[in-house]
């Protein structure tokens, strides 16, 4: 098979899946609009229900509902029939997924996911399966092709049915307001959770290098050497000066043949960039990148506090 063909059939294969979606788009309906008002009013949380490749979609829906805001777990049907039953509650809502409707182990599980839940939403292709049967709310997932050239292997069905989860976790996450910030109170460990809501002093450099203005360029050159960062803050008290970089000490040893008269405040860069220690760490990384510079100056109340490192931010996923 040449690159042509390998091309050929994966743009069928998206094209049959594109169309599959287009068509569950159309059938949005008063019916979905009823599950997501139920699983919102629901004072328990959200049990999933499914087995076989529909377990593999159900464990995807309850990791973007749970990331979102609404409460959910995942509940193997084989393990339900065995004692997991249990993790029912009665105020919980039970979304059982399965294409066909009519698995034996679905089968067997449906009069207790009835009984045990406030209410039973199912999913399925089948409508006329027992699921759809004994659901108090449908939720219609029925594809007229699989993507498989056999017509059996769950390729266009698995699709609707992961899109049909994720539509219904952005209308929650609507309804409850869900936002940047509550979404990074799940995220504490990824990047994109650092970036939301970590701030400046959880990067602070231990190192907190510093002359005063009177200082010689000995005393420079040890503060410096003495620090990871290159850089030095030029105080008075907490009060903060400028800063002299390595750069800086270079410049002036060019320039000068004799430095014994030459004092920090000589050399020293005056009005350093800054950032207050309580400020969002993707704001210092701003200010890194836009001026072009590898450390900033973190204040509290406009004292000197520390150092924050760029290398240190792009380690921890800042950007």
């Given amino acids: 098979m040449d690159r042509s063909n390998i091309i050929s059939i994966a743009k069928s294969t998206l094209g049959i899946e594109i169309s599959e979606l287009e068509k569950l788009k159309d059938r949005i309906n008063d019916e979905f609009a ?15 229900v499914g ?46 997924i399965s294409h066909s409707g009519n698995s034996p182990e679905i089968v067997n599980l449906i009069p207790y996911l009835k009984d045990y839940s406030s209410a039973l939403i199912g999913m ?15 939720l219609d997932t029925h594809v007229d092709m699989e993507a498989c050239p056999n017509k059996l292997a769950p390729t266009s069905s698995t699709t609707i049915q992961m899109a049909l989860g994720d539509a219904l976790a952005i209308c929650l996450m609507e309804l ?23 701030k400046v002093d959880q990067f602070l450099s231990s190192q907190k290098p510093q002359v005063s203005e009177s ?22 008290g907490d009060e903060i000066l400028g800063v002299i970089t390595d750069g800086d000490l270079r410049r002036m040893l060019m320039k000068n043949e004799d430095i014994s008269s030459v004092s ?29 510079i590898g450390q900033l100056i973190v204040t509290e109340n406009g004292k000197y506090y520390g150092i924050i490192d760029l290398h240190k931010l792009l380690d921890e996923g800042i950007n």
């Fill in 34 to 48: 009823k599950a997501v008002e139920v699983i919102n009013a629901a004072k328990g949380k959200l049990i999933v």
């Fill in 51 to 96: 087995i076989g490749k529909s377990a593999h979609v159900g464990n995807k829906i309850v990791a973007t509902l749970n990331s979102t805001g609404t409460p959910s777990q995942f509940l193997h049907a084989s393990e339900a029939i065995h004692g997991d039953l249990g993790v029912i509650q009665k105020q919980d809502v039970v979304l059982c």
């Fill in 124 to 138: 399925t292709g089948n409508s006329k399966s027992k699921l759809a049967e004994f659901s108090d709310i449908i």
């Fill in 176 to 198: 409850n307001d869900f936002k940047e910030n509550d979404f990074a109170k799940f995220h504490p460990g990824g990047s994109l959770g650092k970036n939301l809501i970590s």
């Fill in 215 to 236: 200082s010689t360029i000995k005393d420079v050159i040890i503060s410096i050497s003495a620090s990871s960062h290159g850089i030095t803050v030029v105080t008075n």
């Fill in 264 to 292: 920090a405040k000589d050399i020293m860069s005056a009005h350093p960039k800054t950032i207050e220690r309580n400020a969002l760490a993707k704001e210092a990384m701003k200010i890194l990148k836009e001026n072009n």
